[in-house]
Each structure stands twice: as C-alpha cells, then as structure tokens.
C-alpha cells in the first residue's frame, strides 16, 4: 500500500494538505502554510520586534494576521498601554485587517470563533497556549513563540511536527449541571498533565455528540493542560448549524479514517463523572467537588476564554437568581466577547449578576493570568472557571486557585465555600 493511501487521522490529514501532499506521517517534521496566526498584547509586541527583524516590507497576508489585545486590556498601567499602542500602530502601518481593541474586542479564544475567521479544515497558529481552543471547529491550531509566530506573519509557513493522536470516547448521559468543563477537568486527572504530551486530542462519543459548542469550545482549550498539541473534535450537525450564521460554507472538512491507528483509546463513562474540582496547584488534581465543598474561599470568577461563554452565563444566571453573594467574598463575572455581554444583557442575565451582589466586567482576560481586576493577595482561595491553577497564577505565590465550571462557580459564591448547586438552589 503506497502511503498516500494509508489511514490517517484528523491531524495528519489538515497537516498534509497544507503542506500540498496526500500523506504525512506521524513523527515527521514538515513545512506548512498556516490559514490564520494570532496574537496579544503580551505576545504580539515580540513578535512584531522579531518580524521587523526580518527586513520585509510587508505580512504575508494582512487578512491572516489577527491582533487582539485582551491580556491587560483595558489598559492597567503605563507598559500594557505601551505594548498596545505598538500593536495599534503596526496593525495600521501593515493595513492588518483583523485588529480588535477595546469595544470590538473580546478574549481572543472566543472571538475568533464568534466572528468566523477560524473553520474546519484549518491550520491556525497563536502566540498564545490556549489557540488550541479552535479545535472544537474542526481545526487544527496550537500555540507557537513569539519568534514562531513572527516567521509565520512573514512568510505565511511554519514548521510543525506530526503528532501522534489519542482517542478520548465519552459514552452514557451527563450528571446534572455537569458541562464540558467537567469532562476535560476528569480526563485532565485521568492522564495527567503530560498525558497528551505532544499529541492530538481527539474526541469523540455520543455524549460528545450532546455537548454543546459553548462546552466543546471549553474542552479544546483545556487539551494543552494535558501537554496536547491540538484538542480537535469531528465536525458535526450541531458544528455546521453553528457555523452557518459565521461562515458562507467554504471550508474543508477531514474525518479520522475508520481504520486508522491511534497511540491510545480511552473509554470513558460519563455517568461516572461528577462536577468536577481541579485543587491547587495543578489542572490534574481532580476532585468531585461534593469531597471537598467546605473549603472557604474569598473569590469567585467566572470567565475567561474557558468558560465566558452563554452557555457558562445561563448557568450562573440560573443558581443567582433571587440570591445574594455571600458577604465574605467578592465575585467577577467577565463576559469573553461584546456579543456575549450584549446577549447576556438582553436576557437579563447582567440584571441578575449585579442584583447578586457581583461585579460584571468589559470582556478580558484580566485575572486568569493574575493580570488585573481579580489578583489575589497573600493566603486568599479562590473558585475559579478559568484553565490553570499554578503557583501564583491568579496573584500572589501563597494564593491558592480551585477551577471548576460555571455551576460549582455559581454555588461556591453564594455558600462563601466550595459549593455544590444543590446546597444553595
């Protein structure tokens, strides 16, 4: 059998067609044309030095190349304004079609998707980990280097090893209240966070099938904390529904090949997993959150380009109601793009928040990164939905963070701890 007609898996079949060919094999280290790269306004201004490096005149393509300033946004101080306006002008001086700053903006991960400039069939790389967010498209996209990325911006190639897949099967019906978050949080704990290193993840099932994109979104993002190099889900029904109102249908859709070959399978049953909790201080040290619901906590944030999304809103919208935050702690909510807040607001879901005693921000990545308008002081907890949980992550290095999804979120900021929905619905 010629290798051009050796089974392949998603990754291998995007990989190989924007590098022109039929076939590549896992392992094999290749040059590639990419359909989008990305950067912030952390990443960005590097990379906009290294580009200038190169000595062009010009971006490969001024429509591939998107901006988004969304880490210290709006601006917290005299450098993260600096580093924007270096953007603002390149962005201008190249003629980038794709720049969002504050109004237009929203954290990248979601914005992406929102506006469709990344779909199935893709190759997309960011100067940031979570790129890998797209797969739930049909994407094949990942985070690269500054450096990586200015290369990219200049000649529109980059190089990329072809990772080995590993299949992740969702069987059975979902818990109440449990999202995608709470999956990737299981399968996280399940394998590691080198479990994935380096590899594809791909998912699959018929509870995956159930998911909604908001929770496929989510997961995908999550799949680097895992080591993975992409997180990509089969394009689908509710895949092409979604992308109807984005897209005018001119993409390419790959499919793992039936009898293709995966590094590993993994069946999980569904039924089995509960709301989940990720414990200080790694994305793997997973608890069912019923164990550990009597810590106390002194913040609360729901958001981020995890779980910023409506889906994530509703839920939290759902447990607040007629309720009022505890009044030991503080709670954020961050919208990830302006069509979600203006959504949000429609349904009244923004009444409801402030009702709770909540504070709704501008969509930005703000604490996560312990940027702004969340950093935790000395020997503070706090019961976040966003994706890491290191040492010092969300602010001080004697800090601790919990991740879980919306609805843990939700409860834990009206109980003052660690919280299922049913103590306080």
């Not at 001086?93 to 929203?106: A, C, L, P, Q, S």
């Not at 799949?223 to 005018?248: H, M, P, W």
């Not at 002194?298 to 999304?309: A, F, L, P």
Request: charged fraction near 20%; hydrophobic fraction near 40%.
């Amino acid at each position: 059998m010629g290798s051009e007609n050796k089974p392949q898996t998603i990754a291998q079949k995007i990989i190989a067609h924007h590098c022109g060919r039929n076939y590549v094999s896992e392992g094999e280290i290749v040059n590639a044309s990419v359909d989008i790269v990305l950067g912030n306004d952390i990443t960005m201004p590097i990379a906009i030095e290294e580009f200038k490096k190169i000595g062009i005149g010009s971006v490969f393509d001024r429509e591939k190349i998107v901006m988004v300033p969304d880490h210290f946004t709006p601006n917290k101080d005299i450098k993260s304004a600096m580093q924007c306006k270096l953007m603002r002008e390149f962005a201008r001086e190249y003629d980038i079609k794709n720049y969002f700053e504050v109004g237009r903006m929203g954290i990248e991960h979601a914005l992406l998707p929102e506006l469709g400039l990344v779909l199935p069939g893709n190759l997309v790389v960011g100067a940031d980990s979570h790129t890998c967010t797209y797969g739930a498209l049909g994407v094949a996209s990942t985070g690269v280097g500054s450096t990586d990325a200015a290369v990219a911006m200049a000649t529109g190639k980059l190089w990329f090893m072809v990772p080995g897949t590993i299949k992740y099967i969702y069987n059975g019906n979902l818990n109440k209240w449990v999202t995608g978050k709470d999956l990737i949080l299981y399968t996280i704990g399940l394998i590691g966070v080198d479990g994935a290193l380096y590899k594809s993840m791909e998912f699959s099932g018929p509870a995956v099938s159930n998911l909604s994109m908001d929770s496929r979104f989510t997961m995908s993002n999550m799949a680097i904390e895992a080591g993975g190099k992409f997180g990509i889900f089969e394009v689908d029904n509710k895949t092409e529904d979604y992308l109807s109102q984005r897209s005018d249908g001119n993409y390419k859709i790959f499919s793992s090949d039936p009898d293709v070959k995966y590094e590993k399978i993994y069946d999980i049953d569904c039924s089995d997993i509960d709301l989940q909790v990720a414990a200080p201080h790694l994305p793997s040290n997973t608890k069912s959150a019923k164990d550990i619901k009597n810590i106390e906590i002194d913040q609360v944030v729901i958001g981020s380009c995890t779980n910023g999304r409506m889906e994530d809103l509703k839920i939290a919208a759902e447990i607040f109601k007629g309720k009022k935050i505890n009044n030991n702690l503080r709670t954020i909510i961050i919208p990830a793009t302006q069509k979600i807040y203006l959504e949000a607001l429609k349904k009244g879901y923004i009444e409801i928040f402030i009702n709770s005693g909540c504070v709704v921000s501008t969509p930005t990545c703000g604490p996560c990164l312990g940027g702004h308008m969340g950093v935790l002081a000395k020997g503070e907890r706090a019961v976040s939905t966003t994706n890491r949980n290191f040492v010092g992550r969300m602010g001080h290095p004697e800090s601790e963070i919990y991740l879980s999804g919306p609805a843990v979120a939700a409860a834990s900021a009206v109980a003052g701890r660690i919280a299922i929905p049913e103590e306080v619905t």
